[in-house]
Every structure is written in C-alpha cells, then in structure tokens.
C-alpha cells in the first residue's frame, strides 16, 4: 500500500486556470506538509498542517490555498496559474509537529507544467 | 534563518569506491536533526540517514555514515562500497522548529561502472 500518494503524478495546463492538487496518507500521521521543487531542483516547504490547522506557511502568494479535509488529506488548490508555477509539487507527512516524531514520507510527486 | 549549503553541485565515482558529498549549515539552535535524501531519477524523494544534533555518535545506515562535526556546523555523507543504484540526486537537510526541513541546492551524484 503507498503511504503518500498524490493526485495527479502530471497535470499540464494553460495559464490563467485553476487546478487541485490532492494528497493522501494512509500512516496515521497527525502533520501533513507541501513542498515546491523547482526547474533547478531546489526544494522548499511551502505550508504544513497539524491536525488540519495550519502551522507553517511560508512566503506563497495566496493563489496557492491548501485546504485539510481531515488529517488523512491535505490538498492544494491553485488559482489564476502562471508560469513560474510551473515545478514539482511534493507531499510529505510526519507522525507529529514535535522534532521527536520527525521522519517525514514524501508522496511522488505532481509534475504540473503551465502553458 | 537557517540555511544549509551543498557546495557540490555534481559529484562522479567508479563503481565500488568510497564517495564523500558535503554539506554544510547556519543555526543557532542547540537542538536539531539533520538528513541526507536521496532522489533518483523517478524522483521519489528517499531518506537515506539521519542525526541528532545531540548525540555525539555518528549515524551510520549500511553503506552510508556521514561525519558530524557540530562545531563546525559540518554534516558529510559517506557513501562506500558505491552501486550503480546510488545514481542520483542527494539533498542535505536541517530541522527546525515545526518540523520544517530546509534543503541544500542539491549534489548530483553518478555512479560509473
């Protein structure tokens, strides 16, 4: 069973629309996270959720919302894209908040690419 | 705010050999854990090893140990007995508060048979 999974692996769209991004995990973990791999591979963290509250929230513009159904899904939507959007989205959860608990298992990834 | 350096950008080695990737960072914190992922092509982000700041013995994981050197804010990974599959991208990462990681730049590595 994948214990990170995202929703698409590739989604291609023009600038100027929407889209969601989803993300899943099955481990029973409490803090979700979203990270942004850019064109040169540099990684960042852009929000993370602890039992679907909000903890960090780095410098994203407020297209980006991430929405926590429950603490099994975190998902990011996207508005109005652009193309310096353009990147690889990664998922991650981790069993806690607290830096003991602090392995964090990544999804495989979304590829969106904007046109 | 933190940050951590990887002042390699790609790195190559013959297959079976030892290989070093470096990486160092910026905190002021006393506690904090540091990590080495690894991303292969398929891009899955992998952890490969990690280290409490407050322990004083280096972390080792099957072929990979890295060297810790605190005071120097120094946090190298050690790759020996290299595989073909060991090909990819390495990323050096520091814990802050929050669980927040921060990331280094990214060190290439190949594998040569």
């Known amino acids: 069973d994948t214990a990170v999974s995202q929703t698409p692996k590739y989604l291609v769209t023009q600038m100027g629309n929407d889209k969601s991004i989803k993300c899943e995990q099955n481990l029973g973990h409490d803090t979700m996270y979203w990270y942004k791999q850019d064109s040169k591979k540099f990684l960042k963290i852009m929000f993370s959720?602890?039992?679907?509250?909000?903890?960090i929230n780095e410098t994203v513009p407020n297209r980006f919302s991430p929405k926590s159904p429950d603490k099994a899904h975190l998902n990011l939507h996207i508005n109005s894209l652009e193309l310096g959007d353009s990147a690889v989205y990664f998922c991650?959860?981790?069993?806690?908040?607290?830096?003991?608990?602090?392995?964090?298992?990544f999804g495989p990834g979304t590829r969106l690419t904007v046109t | 705010a933190q940050t951590v350096t990887q002042s390699q950008p790609e790195m190559s080695v013959q297959e079976a050999e030892t290989v070093t990737l470096s990486c160092t960072y910026d905190?002021?914190?006393?506690?904090?854990?540091l990590f080495w992922y690894k991303q292969p092509p398929s891009r899955q982000m992998i952890l490969v090893i990690r280290?409490?700041?407050?322990?004083?013995q280096n972390a080792t994981e099957n072929r990979f140990s890295v060297n810790f050197q605190k005071a120097a804010k120094s946090f190298s990974l050690k790759i020996s007995d290299s595989q073909l599959g060991d090909t990819a991208m390495y990323f050096c990462?520091?814990?802050?508060?929050?669980?927040?990681?921060?990331f280094g730049a990214g060190t290439i590595l190949r594998v040569k048979s």
């Open positions: 280290q409490e700041a407050y322990k004083q």
């Open positions: 990462a520091f814990m802050e508060y929050g669980n927040k990681l921060v």
């Open positions: 991650a959860s981790s069993q806690d908040v607290a830096q003991e608990a602090y392995e964090q298992y």
């Open positions: 905190t002021s914190e006393n506690n904090y854990y």
């Open positions: 959720y602890n039992n679907k509250e909000l903890i």
